[in-house]
């Protein structure tokens, strides 16, 4: 099930609200979210959801033997026994095909690929389970007693399929104390309604556009025709995932749950280190917390510390090579800019500062883009007229302007326009005290808009699931 289907937002979620608020005792309110999580979890794919209350169990007792014997050696055994498990079922369920691939091509043998099909989510939820086990081994969350308890951090639907990755510790209070505050949930309703026309009106509209470039066979589309189809996808892949972790923050709020937030306008950066500080945030803080700080972060071996998270970001994210190449591409850039380019970016006009990583970003989702290797270079050779290809064609003119108008909303909401039409009714004292008016008056626009163009298109994918 996806946030963004009329069964969810007409169904789904009025049932889950109307049931959760029925009930006064928070254990009963617990035990409703968990039911709910798991009918959406198993919606599509029924059979995962004893992977996911596997994982979850095993994770748990992991969780009280280490919290048991915190401090004694015995206790790493939990530790251990919760990362064979989780990136064992990560191994075989997402990369055994990749693995078996390269071995036969390395070795020319012909081992059969096992063909598993990948739990919806495992990257997200396996992530999250790792990080609470390890907190706990080293003292900063007590363990979770109530196995029902444990099992709503895992599972809850908000963010089970496609994060953000939520740590324990941000929301192990909230399990069990939950103030219910109209405030929290208006707030929260206008967040859903945000992040559904940003994934409906803005991302579905560039996936169609880009797919008319990038999925067809490239050598009959221009040099422009490979740069729209690109910067279209840059737009797909913002709005697809900022728009989804928006729907999830926003519910999580509805609930009485503060998820930390996990986009903060990334395409305004000014380098790729600062892109990286407000792209996929928690999946970042995972890799700093977890694996770059304990192979010595930037005190010892920091290139190879960088090359190694980097190179993991982007096997996280798929298994094929591309994603290797597209990680191992932003490490480098990253030892550059600490390397050289800081000193001099920070000299230079933010206009420029600005189009230098807007370059390197859209490259960068070129690599992510293509999966075929092949692909990937002829493509890349396209970009820079280094075919044969004619650098413009009316089509593309036609796409353009036929788009122009989705383009520029596009465009403006990639900056905090929201914030800042905030601000300055905030800013008014004849405005001030309409805000409770024009909030519903824009969550109603944004709705409309979204539910009209779920209505009239079938098409409505969404990138991260396969991640």
Not at 409 to 429: E, G, R
Request: net charge positive.
């Amino acid at each position: 099930m996806v946030f963004s289907s009329l069964f969810f937002i007409f169904l789904f979620l009025p049932l889950n609200l109307i049931f959760y608020f029925t009930v006064k005792n928070r254990k009963f309110k617990n035990i409703i979210l968990i039911v709910f999580s798991l009918i959406f979890y198993a919606w599509g794919e029924p059979i995962w959801i004893g992977l996911l209350l596997l994982s979850s169990f095993i994770d748990y007792l992991n969780g009280l033997f280490i919290d048991h014997y915190y401090g004694k050696p015995i206790a790493k055994l939990g530790l251990y026994s919760t990362l064979f498990f989780n990136l064992g079922i990560l191994i075989t369920f997402k990369y055994s095909d990749f693995i078996v691939q390269n071995v036969n091509s390395i070795t020319s043998l012909n081992f059969k690929e096992p063909g598993f099909l990948m739990p919806i989510g495992i990257s997200f939820y396996s992530f999250q389970t790792i990080s609470y086990t390890i907190d706990v081994f080293k003292g900063e969350v007590k363990a979770q007693k109530s196995f029902f308890n444990f099992l709503l951090f895992v599972s809850l639907y908000h963010q089970l399929v496609a994060g953000p990755i939520v740590r324990y510790s941000h929301i192990a209070q909230e399990i069990n104390e939950r103030i219910f505050c109209w405030n929290d949930f208006n707030n929260g309703v206008s967040r859903f309604c945000i992040g559904l026309f940003k994934k409906v009106c803005i991302a579905n509209i560039a996936g169609e556009i880009c797919s008319h470039y990038l999925t067809n066979d490239l050598s009959n589309i221009s040099v422009l025709g490979g740069w729209f189809g690109i910067i279209t996808y840059s737009i797909q892949i913002y709005f697809d995932f900022s728009g989804y972790s928006d729907m999830a923050i926003g519910l999580g709020w509805m609930f009485g749950f503060h998820y930390h937030e996990n986009f903060k306008y990334p395409y305004i950066s000014k380098s790729i280190t600062d892109f990286w500080r407000r792209w996929h945030i928690s999946l970042g803080t995972f890799f700093k917390d977890y694996v770059y700080i304990p192979l010595g972060g930037n005190k010892k071996y920091i290139f190879r510390n960088i090359l190694i998270v980097w190179a993991l970001t982007g096997l996280w994210h798929g298994a094929s090579w591309n994603f290797i190449i597209w990680g191992i591409y932003f490490g480098i850039l990253l030892l550059i800019e600490k390397l050289i380019l800081n000193s001099l970016l920070s000299k230079l006009p933010i206009v420029i500062r600005h189009i230098y990583a807007l370059f390197f970003i859209v490259i960068g989702w070129a690599i992510f883009y293509f999966t075929d290797i092949n692909q990937l270079f002829y493509f890349i050779k396209l970009l820079f007229n280094l075919t044969n290809q004619n650098l413009y064609n009316l089509e593309v003119e036609n796409l353009f302007f036929e788009n122009v108008y989705w383009l520029g909303i596009a465009i403006i909401l990639c900056v905090p326009i929201y914030s800042w039409f905030y601000k300055f009714i905030n800013s008014s004292k004849f405005l001030v005290h309409f805000i409770p008016l024009i909030t519903i008056l824009l969550n109603i626009i944004l709705l409309t808009c979204s539910i009209i163009m779920l209505v009239g298109s079938s098409y409505n994918p969404f990138i991260y699931f396969r991640f």
